[in-house]
Nanobody, 123 residues
């Protein structure tokens, strides 16, 4: 079992930055692949970024490549999403996710989910 709690969301203007954090509980956190997903009103949930348990491989959606960076600190049971050059279309609820299999997250789903943190980007 993994429990996930996101933080760091907020409201920024176009071009601004936010750093989202996800705190995980559970002794086996370091063995889980992690991901960030988002869902905007009226739209389906989409994957934003994923990272393997070791951090040696990452995945990014085309829409955020070059602007967002996913990272993790297994010693702190945490995963982060640095979001730079934010655009209004990045406005969404952002969710942290964990799964034993990296391929599962990269495919767009996961076993465990956080409650979400809202990101709002205004022009």
């Amino acid at each position: 079992q993994v429990q996930l709690v996101e933080s760091g969301g907020g409201s920024v203007h176009t071009g601004g930055s936010l750093r989202l954090s996800c705190a995980a509980s559970g002794r086996t956190f370091s063995s889980y692949a992690m991901g960030w997903f988002r869902q905007a009103p009226g739209k389906e949930r989409e994957i934003v970024a994923a990272i393997t348990w070791s951090g040696d491989s990452t995945y990014y959606a085309d829409s955020v490549k070059g602007r967002f960076t996913i990272s993790r600190d297994n010693a702190k049971n945490a995963v982060y999403l640095q979001a730079n050059s934010l655009k209004p279309e990045d406005t969404a609820e952002y969710y942290c996710a964990a799964d034993p299999n990296y391929s599962t997250i990269a495919a767009g789903t996961s076993s465990y989910w956080g409650q979400g943190t809202q990101v709002t980007v205004s022009s």
